[in-house]
Nanobody, 127 residues
Framework: QVQLGESGGGVVQAGDSLRLSCEVTGLTFAQYAMGWFRQAPGKEREFVASIDWSGHTTHYADSVKGRFTISRDNVKNTVNLQLNNLKPEDTAVYYC????????????????????WGQGTQVTVSS
């Protein structure tokens, strides 16, 4: 059974930083591309960042480029998201997700390309 568990969310002030982590079990982590999405109240879930199975290729939403960094540790089976210079509009539940198949990094910004999802971690940024 594949399980994804996010941690690291919290309540911070604008300009602060957070580091989110997602531990993955139940699949050969090093073979799967991973992504982070977020969902604010009343809005659809949106793409934040993605990383291929090797960690060599990443993509970011324009709204977070230059502030957020995605990384992975294929020994610890974790994918991380460093959030710097946080803004109130970054407030959302953040979800990690795994793409649908091994060695698959197709349309990484498309939510439909992800099969595995965590339960999410809340990030709240006050002004």
């Amino acid at each position: 059974q594949v399980q994804l568990g996010e941690s690291g969310g919290g309540v911070v002030q604008a300009g602060d930083s957070l580091r989110l982590s997602c531990e993955v079990t139940g699949l050969t982590f090093a073979q799967y591309a991973m992504g982070w999405f977020r969902q604010a109240p009343g809005k659809e879930r949106e793409f934040v960042a993605s990383i291929d199975w090797s960690g060599h290729t990443t993509h970011y939403a324009d709204s977070v480029k230059g502030r957020f960094t995605i990384s992975r540790d294929n020994v610890k089976n974790t994918v991380n998201l460093q959030l710097n210079n946080l803004k109130p509009e970054d407030t959302a539940v953040y979800y990690c997700a795994g793409q649908a198949a091994k060695y698959y990094y197709i349309r990484p910004k498309d939510i439909d390309e992800y099969r595995y999802w965590g339960q999410g971690t809340q990030v709240t940024v006050s002004s």
